[in-house]
């Protein structure tokens, strides 16, 4: 079965940039989106086609793809980003859809 | 603002069944394709369902096909997800989700959430 790889976790001080990373074989012609998921709250998306923000969503987060890695990058973490960040793709069929395992992010 | 509803979750016995509903508000529900969506610690996210916006047009993630059932209501703003032979690997916090906007292009996206119904499969 098809899988995103994400880091487990991901710790930065406040103000740094915080770069989590997402592979998977079928990116380079796929899509991914990114959600974020703080403590007893349902994900949010922030980025959606690799790069796009939504409404509402901060500059801070920006999103990249190059071969077979997706990036969510958040330029000047703050402490209200501490949550956990979850990547969403399909794979080269688009049969099947798939999250990553998630990274934790920490900022302190 | 868009607000989203789960209701239904509860405690069922391993091989019983079990109907989630969703109604959305807020937004043109007839408009939008919605996505049902699981948690568990388990094995995290995974995406269960999708239906188009008339409800003509559904996929299912393998794990479910041949036991869940996706429908919706527009007249009362409302999805359904009609769950049988529920196992231990079942057990989750369900969430449905609204659609991006380009489910019949085969692009999944879930732009509003609501805050989840949790099933619990037990004897």
């Known amino acids: 079965s098809y899988e995103l790889t994400q880091p487990p976790a991901l710790s930065v001080s406040p103000g740094q940039t915080a770069r989590i990373t997402c592979s998977g074989d079928a990116l380079p012609k796929k899509y991914t989106y990114w959600y974020q998921q703080k403590s007893g709250q349902a994900p949010v998306l922030v980025i959606y086609k690799d790069t796009n923000r939504p409404s509402g969503i901060p500059e801070r987060f920006s999103g990249s793809s190059s071969g077979t890695t997706a990036t969510l990058s958040i330029s000047g973490a703050q402490v209200d980003d501490e949550a956990d960040y979850y990547c969403f793709s399909t794979d080269s069929s688009g049969h099947q859809r798939v999250f990553g395992g998630g990274t934790k992010l920490t900022v302190l | 603002e868009v607000k989203l509803v789960e209701s239904g979750g509860g405690l069922v016995q391993p091989g019983g069944s079990l109907r989630l509903s969703c109604t959305g508000t807020g937004f043109k529900f007839e408009d939008y394709a919605i996505h049902w969506i699981r948690q568990s610690p388990r094995k995290g996210l995974e995406w269960v369902s999708g239906i188009n916006a008339n409800g003509d047009y559904t996929r299912y993630a393998d794990s479910v096909k041949g036991r869940f059932t996706v429908s919706r209501e527009n007249a009362k703003n409302s999805l359904y997800l009609e769950m049988s032979d529920l196992s231990v690997e079942d057990m989750a916090l369900y969430y449905c989700?609204?659609?991006?906007?380009?489910?019949?292009?085969?692009?999944?996206?879930?732009?509003?959430w609501g805050q989840g119904t949790l099933v619990t499969v037990s004897s």
């Open positions: 989700a609204k659609d991006g906007g380009e489910f019949s292009r085969g692009e999944y996206s879930f732009d509003s």
